[in-house]
DNA sequence: TTTT
DNA sequence: TTTT
């Protein structure tokens, strides 16, 4: 239940392998960096200068799962999630915030690769019966932890990694829940 | 031109005035923040707990001008724009990002009120002959400044005022464009 | 589980009250004749013309009943679905063919109006206590019927009513499920 | 400018070959048939069931050409449009109705075959140094013709041939505008 | 950090 | 009529 609507979608590449976690009752949670590209024309040289959007992705529950499995550095995919800002203190103990697509049992995903996204990545571990261009429209199974925040996940590229608490210990060991 | 899709749909209601600046080039520049709400199930006392997700937006052009005339606080509105994260340096030195919904020329914008926002910030100026419920979806007319970034725009209610340059001197005095 | 992507996104108002029937299963089904406008310049007159376009939208489970419930003539609402098109005989025999937006299991639906839709029709019958801009995104409980097509409701306002069917009965009686 | 919202959007596959006209201002119209598939369960076997919805896209102006030029039969696309539907004349004299997406100059197009569409189609006319994986967010050029219907386009697969005008003749020589 |  |  909801009085709003809080959606995204993008179509983009990863930027590189996505990053597997579990929570303590076993859920699957899955940070992704996803790049979307526009050019633009600038206004003093005229010419077309190519942007790149970074987003950063939290998936939840079985599409997390398929998203650790078959993604890979370089892969296309569509993904339908909605926006999170999380807070997070910084070493000198300031506020920081992260905003975040959080792709949970309302979202959805498709690849979008007809050969995989990376020949290099898929030798490193990734299945040889690939189902290509699946979607996966969450439905029933799990509930996702998303509200609990906390759960960790680097943001990479977005905060100096000096900032940035390690988020893998607190996920294992210190993150109440 | 583009290669990827990058699109944010929400619909919420405005936790202030919208701030309205200009270029130098007399184009419009309006920030909003804006409250898109959820409420979850809390897994230990199994009660509905509202959650409101704070989105910051920034919009250019035709469909600033009327968003700042016509939105105020409290008001509805469905936007339709793309993310975007800024980076910008903290009073530390350290960089910050802010990730913002942009509403350019692409976008779109629609007031979703019957009967204006709330009858107290329209006395504080809105017209009278307030057109209802009107859309705009942005067509020809300019060129959104959102590339070269840095119009400032002071996200309030994310980042900490400490940590915050003053955006509005910025504006009008040093940005380099 | 799906491959591809189809989804319809409206913002309108309600030609006129729901519909409501029930399956054997008693599982609410809910038919809504939605209008979107769009106005556009005429290319001789240059004058701006305005443009209605109409939407039958049919509503499954926890949704459905929600809408038949609130919505009435002249609601403005959001609705997500998706797109589907159904083949019926016409009564000379010929196939025709009517495309809907499903909400389903899936969609979703917010009530956008800060009063009610039009005042006439609520004194007819909606509830006092009426939850303002809800919305509400359909979960875990029930099977949609949207697969079994033939559920009839009366496409009024998109085909001739001499060459309709009458869904009523058919939707009691006829329709093997 | 519109009142309301009136958004589609897709990802599928085509099923034929792109159907390419002129208007006589030399505005290219582009017909296609994209297919998104579903799978649902049955409630009788509990197998799960491929479903595919077949929908009418038409596309004006720059995206059209580029349209016209490098999907082929078997091309995955995603598409932004919105939905339309058209009044028409059976032979039988009655009134027929058929809905479309229109991808017009607020729509949105993007290519997401890494390598063509379907290699025996390329063969048959497709241009060498083929953009993948482009998108065209249409932007200033052209006014759309699509207000004023009329401008014909096959609706194969979803009307029965014998009910349907030859809409090519007409497209020439017969629409009025 | 991706993709063409 | 597509796709896996």
């Known amino acids: 239940m909801a009085r709003g609507v809080n959606k995204v979608i993008l179509i983009g590449n990863l930027g590189q392998d996505p990053e597997t ?6 859920n699957a949670v899955v940070n992704l960096n996803l ?31 398929v998203a650790g499995q078959y993604l890979r550095k370089g892969s296309k995919v569509y993904i339908e999630g909605k926006l999170q800002t999380r807070k ?10 992260t905003t ?11 690849m979008l690769d007809s050969r995989g996204g990376s020949e290099g990545a898929m ?28 759960y960790g996940g ?11 608490p390690e988020p893998v210990d607190d996920f294992d060991d210190d993150i109440p829940f």
């Open 35 to 65: 790049a979307t590209d526009e050019s633009y024309k600038d206004r003093q040289s005229g010419q077309l200068v190519p942007k790149t959007e970074w987003h950063r992705v939290v998936m939840f529950g079985k599409i997390a799962e």
């Open 100 to 110: 975040e697509i959080v792709v949970d049992i309302n979202g959805q995903m498709q």
């Open 154 to 164: 680097n943001p990479q590229g977005q905060q100096p990694s000096g900032g940035m």
């Open 123 to 150: 030798n490193q571990g990734a299945p040889q019966g690939r189902p290509q261009n699946q979607q996966y429209n969450q439905q029933p199974p799990q509930q996702p932890q998303s509200q609990s925040g906390g």
């Open 88 to 97: 997070w203190q910084g070493q000198d103990g300031q506020d920081r915030y």
């Open 21 to 26: 976690r579990y929570t303590p009752n076993g």
